[in-house]
């Protein structure tokens, strides 16, 4: 899929080019008149020539002994002659021309008025009842080396300013487009959790309606979801009590009970209401973590919320844990102390129920605060893999569970700006399953 092009780079593009056709049209068009105009002045230049010479002539070839002799004028120093021309008589014979004149280049017949060959414009007039004619030529490659260079003239501006042209549009597009550039950087640096209205001032007035309809989603959403984790909250908390009570008056009648059938019914009805209260607790740490809340004010050091945490699971379950700590005293990050001890409870309880009952959960910490929760058992599905984190999605394990533990440490860490990694098999084995968050490691 091609990304899509922004908006300054759209407008920066549109308006130079834009703008250089319009010159490149205006260009084309001012040489056209410039031609026309020039082919005016030369074609008025020639038959001026004619007229001043042609009296000349005539006076010139009247006073000679034989008039009927060609003559060459001559010429008072070397130069390119733009203009040639012959004097001849009504039979063409040449009686005067130019020193760098050609017979070849005129008309056979003398004649009046402007003609064109293929190199030469010509120009005849005549005198004396038309017994003499004077032609003028002149080289067509003179006419198109004067609009050439007239071309040349109005093109070479073009070339400083279509970089001049781009850098200015991009500047003027980029400094009318800061409110809009400001909007977007906005979005992009909000976290999931962030719904509050996004404002930024002096929004041009296409974009506002649009910045108007999503602060006004955002509002939806974020009462939408804020009666969803209320619900949750209160129904997971309402039912603790009850639950708390029920399992009590279970335990004991089936303490009570005599052995049998009853007694087995009782214990299916207790581990039952264990498994709800569990799930109770779970709903209520997944309102915790989706209603904010777990950014704490100051950097918090997490090397000893992992080794209280860790400990606090041996002595309550003494199931085996092996923690690797980093080598320096101290690991900052910004996540608050209650939310990382629920991230860490579940990836913990998510390690040890369903790896391998036989091997240790290994905990790591890492100096550049990367927290690795790796334990044993089968490779998980790619395709299972993929889908762990979401609600109520469970591996192929047979152990219970609710399927809520990844999705709880999911949203925690999306919450804190840390990113979350699964990988099975765990990383340089052949099996295992392992976990890995990266949180924004900060100075002490």
Same mark, same amino acid.
């Given at each position: ?9 759209? =407008? ?95 008309? $056979? ?20 009842? $038309? ?8 080289? =067509? ?53 962030? =719904? ?88 209520? %740490? ?13 950097? %918090? ?23 690797r700590l980093p080598a320096q005293r101290s690991v900052y990050s910004a996540i608050d102390p209650d939310a990382f001890g629920i991230l860490l409870r579940n990836l913990i309880e998510n390690a040890l129920k369903y790896g391998a009952v036989d091997q240790p959960v290994e905990v790591s910490l890492t100096d550049q605060a990367l927290l690795q929760v790796i334990n044993a058992g089968p490779a998980v599905p790619e395709a299972v893999l993929q889908r762990l984190t979401e609600r109520f999605v469970r591996g192929t394990s047979e152990a219970s569970g609710s399927g809520l533990g990844l999705a709880i440490a999911k949203t925690i860490v999306l919450g ?29």
């Amino acid at each position: 899929m091609k990304s899509p092009i922004s908006l300054q780079k759209r =407008l920066g593009l549109g308006l130079t080019l834009g703008m250089t056709l319009l010159w490149l049209g205006a260009t084309v068009g001012a040489w056209l008149v410039v031609q026309h105009e020039l082919n005016e002045a030369f074609d008025s230049a020639l038959e001026e020539t004619a007229q001043r010479i042609l009296p000349l002539a005539v006076l010139e070839i009247s006073n000679r002994e034989a008039p009927r002799e060609a003559q060459h004028v001559a010429t008072l120093k070397v130069h390119k002659e733009y203009l040639t021309y012959l004097v001849r008589d009504e039979l063409g014979r040449i009686l005067m021309q130019s020193h760098d004149a050609n017979p070849k280049i005129f008309n $056979k017949q003398p004649g009046e008025g402007f003609t064109t060959t293929d190199k030469y414009r010509l120009y005849g007039a005549s005198a004396l009842r $038309k017994t003499l004619f004077i032609e003028i030529a002149e080289p =067509l490659a003179h006419r198109r080396e004067a609009a050439r260079e007239a071309l040349f003239a109005l093109l070479l501006p073009l070339l400083a300013l279509i970089p001049i042209s781009l850098l200015g549009t991009w500047l003027f597009v980029r400094i009318s487009l800061r409110s809009v550039l400001a909007y977007r950087r906005a979005l992009e640096t909000r976290g999931a959790g962030d =719904l509050s209205p996004i404002n930024v001032a002096r929004l041009p007035a296409e974009i506002d309606p649009l910045a108007d309809a999503v602060n006004h989603l955002l509002e939806r959403l974020r009462k939408t979801l804020e009666a969803e984790r209320s619900f949750t909250a209160n129904s997971a908390h309402e039912l603790r009590t009850p639950l708390a009570a029920t399992l009590a008056q279970i335990q004991r009648l089936r303490q009570e009970a005599p052995e049998g059938p009853l007694r087995l019914r009782a214990a299916k009805i207790e581990n039952s209401l264990r498994d709800l209260a569990r799930l109770s607790e779970k709903l209520m %740490q997944l309102a915790k973590a989706e209603g904010g809340g777990l950014l704490s004010e100051a950097p %918090q050091d997490l090397i000893p919320l992992l080794a209280h945490a860790v400990d606090e699971w041996h002595r309550s379950s003494g199931q085996r844990i092996e923690l690797r700590l980093p080598a320096q005293r101290s690991v900052y990050s910004a996540i608050d102390p209650d939310a990382f001890g629920i991230l860490l409870r579940n990836l913990i309880e998510n390690a040890l129920k369903y790896g391998a009952v036989d091997q240790p959960v290994e905990v790591s910490l890492t100096d550049q605060a990367l927290l690795q929760v790796i334990n044993a058992g089968p490779a998980v599905p790619e395709a299972v893999l993929q889908r762990l984190t979401e609600r109520f999605v469970r591996g192929t394990s047979e152990a219970s569970g609710s399927g809520l533990g990844l999705a709880i440490a999911k949203t925690i860490v999306l919450g804190v700006n840390a990113t979350m990694a699964l990988a099975s098999p765990a990383t340089g084995r052949e099996e295992g399953f392992e976990v890995s968050v990266q949180f924004l490691c900060l100075p002490g």
